[in-house]
């Protein structure tokens, strides 16, 4: 697992990596972009329909528990080490990203927040990720301490 472009630019500045890896680690990042965009153009139809989804999903999200506390809690799952979903979660707290980008609901690998529910003194957080499979995917349950950075 390649690291994100947090964790890529957190080694560089620490002198772990040599500019040279930092720019071919990097690189790895926007061929997956890429490779996506052109994935997205080859077939508009379920690129339109896995927006639409995301969008939905992440509308319920926001209706339920607010836009900065979602943003916090992918922020934090970010951040998670060996977490897989972290590579496309980088960046959640950029708030001109729109949340339902973070979210992949049918395209591999998926990534879904099943629910958020407060839990001793924090955030229980269950979420699925891996493959589109029905029953397939990868469900993992964190609780998280957000309660005192989110108000």
């Known amino acids: 697992m390649i ?6 630019f957190a080694s560089f500045e620490r002198g772990e990596i040599e500019r040279e890896e930092m720019q071919a680690l990097m690189a790895l990042h926007a061929r ?3 490779q996506e965009m052109e994935e997205d153009y080859q077939n ?8 639409l ?8 999200l926001i209706r339920r528990h607010g836009a900065r506390m979602i943003r916090e ?11 897989p979903p972290a590579r496309n979660l980088w960046n959640a707290s950029h708030p001109d990203v729109p949340l339902h980008c973070f979210l992949r609901i049918r395209r591999e690998p998926v990534f879904r927040i099943l629910s958020i529910e407060p839990k001793n003194g924090g955030i229980q957080v269950v979420t699925e990720h891996g493959s589109a499979a029905k029953g397939k995917a990868t469900q993992r349950t964190f609780l998280l301490n957000l309660l005192n950075r989110v108000s």
């Open 3 to 8: 690291p994100t472009p947090t964790q890529i």
């Open 32 to 34: 997956e972009l890429i």
């Open 44 to 51: 508009p139809a379920a690129a339109l329909i896995e927006t």
């Open 53 to 60: 989804l995301a969008r939905r999903a992440a509308g319920k």
């Open 73 to 83: 809690i992918l922020v934090a799952l970010s951040e998670i080490p060996d977490f």
